[in-house]
């Protein structure tokens, strides 16, 4: 037997038999820090059992178990792109008619942090607002994919805060201050894989309060439709994520705001306000 103990202080789990994971188990992946270590591991209740490699292509278990607590969770993946849709629940288009296809944007991989991580408001920001949305996490390579094909090409989903600089959306030739600076893309904690993600609930909620709450079977463009749309212009690779939209109406954050976006299954991305140079 083999010690697998990272430090002599650590809590582990001995596992003799590493075993592979299948696509269909309803299963909770994390990406975490220990000990200045970056690995991803699939969560169990408190634990986290470490993967070899990444859980996009038949990630194994390390045998090594830590607990949750001991860790620091990062952004559960690391995205080449970050595609993005906009106004895709009735209730968030106001008196906007309803699109004939997909509004996409993009944001950029330095946008994207994980949960407990701050939101830094830019200089010269003054209406900085959350967007609760469910995320879409790619599996395998799509290039031109059928919309009844597009889940198999979904590894799973997690959730996600567009934060949006409405002044920069209203007034930039194009949204990249206002959707991709850094930080305007937390996701997390985890990715769920096996639920129907065409009814799960994305709630948000500001300093405790619940701003915004609605089901994702209320998308104007469903999940597959989206994926698959997306894939027509650009590759998809394993890892990459899209934003599918934001439910309701969106406020301003300030500084010492604590925003949480909870999607069903998936866990509370939690993230703190601040300002640039706070």
């Given at each position: ?11 582990i ?11 269909q188990?309803?299963?909770t992946y ?20 470490e ?5 996009f ?8 178990t830590?607990?949750?607590?001991d860790v ?8 080449s ?8 629940y ?7 008619p309803?699109a ?7 944001k950029y ?16 920001s003054?209406?900085?607002h ?16 059928a919309?009844?094909?597009a889940?198999e ?26 959707k ?7 996701i ?18 500001l300093?405790?309060?619940v701003?915004?709450s ?6 104007i463009f469903?999940?597959?439709e ?10 998809l ?17 300030r500084?010492g705001d604590?925003?949480?976006v909870?999607v069903?299954g998936v ?5 703190t306000?601040v300002?640039?140079?706070?």
């Amino acid at each position: 037997m083999k010690n697998t103990c990272w430090t002599t202080s650590c809590a582990i789990v001995l596992v003799m038999v590493p075993r592979a994971i299948t696509a269909q188990e309803l299963t909770t992946y994390v990406r975490f820090d220990y000990q200045n270590h970056i690995a991803y591991g699939i969560l169990e209740d408190e634990s986290i059992h470490e993967l070899a490699g990444d859980p996009f292509a038949a990630p194994r278990r390390t045998g090594r178990t830590i607990r949750r607590s001991d860790v620091r969770l990062l952004a559960p993946c690391e995205p080449s792109k970050v595609i993005a849709v906009g106004l895709n629940y009735r209730s968030h288009l106001g008196d906007r008619p309803v699109a004939a296809y997909p509004g996409l944007f993009a944001k950029y991989p330095t946008s994207i942090v994980g949960p407990e991580s701050n939101i830094v408001i830019p200089e010269g920001s003054q209406n900085l607002h959350y967007e609760g949305e469910l995320v879409v996490v790619i599996g395998k390579r799509a290039s031109n994919v059928a919309v009844e094909e597009a889940h198999e090409y979904i590894f799973g989903v997690t959730a996600g805060n567009d934060v949006s600089e409405r002044d920069w959306q209203r007034d930039d030739l194009q949204w990249l201050r206002a959707k991709a600076s850094d930080t305007f893309g937390p996701i997390g904690p985890t990715i769920l894989t096996g639920a129907n993600y065409d009814d799960l609930l994305v709630q948000t909620r500001l300093n405790g309060e619940v701003r915004q709450s609605e089901s994702t079977k209320d998308l104007i463009f469903s999940i597959d439709e989206i994926v698959s749309y997306v894939s027509r212009y650009v590759t998809l690779m394993p890892g990459d994520v899209i934003f599918t939209g934001t439910p309701g109406s969106t406020a301003a954050m300030r500084p010492g705001d604590v925003v949480e976006v909870e999607v069903a299954g998936v866990g509370i991305l939690r993230n703190t306000v601040v300002a640039a140079g706070g």
